[in-house]
Nanobody, 115 residues
């Protein structure tokens, strides 16, 4: 089991920014596809962004141009830079790693966008 530990969530006003981090202490992050999902109250978990081992990124249409996924292999950390946040971005954000079909999830971090 690969421990993934998210951090960086919190309360932010509409239009504000946050950077989420996902520390993966035991893996080399650029060897696998990693990404972020989110789940809002009463809704299904949805894909937010992903990055492949080769560096190809993919985003949900609702976050394109506002959220950016990146990684730092030296720090073994995945990031999600979130700008121009909207109330509809409010959710618990989960990072994951897909190691040859085996998916491991973090515990989640709450993001609340509200004035």
């Amino acid at each position: 089991q690969v421990p993934l530990v998210e951090s960086g969530g919190g309360l932010v006003q509409p239009g504000g920014s946050l950077r989420l981090s996902c520390a993966a202490s035991t893996i080399i992050v650029n060897l696998y596809t990693m990404g972020w999902y989110r789940q809002a109250p009463g809704k299904q978990r949805e894909m937010v962004a992903s990055i492949t081992a080769g560096g190809t990124t993919n985003y949900a249409d609702s976050v394109k141009g506002r959220l950016t996924i990146s990684r730092d292999n030296a720090k073994r950390t995945l990031y999600l830079q979130m700008n121009s946040l909207k109330p509809e971005d409010t959710a618990v954000y989960y990072c994951y790693v897909n190691r040859n079909g085996i998916v491991t999830w973090g515990q989640g971090t709450q993001v609340t966008v509200s004035s």
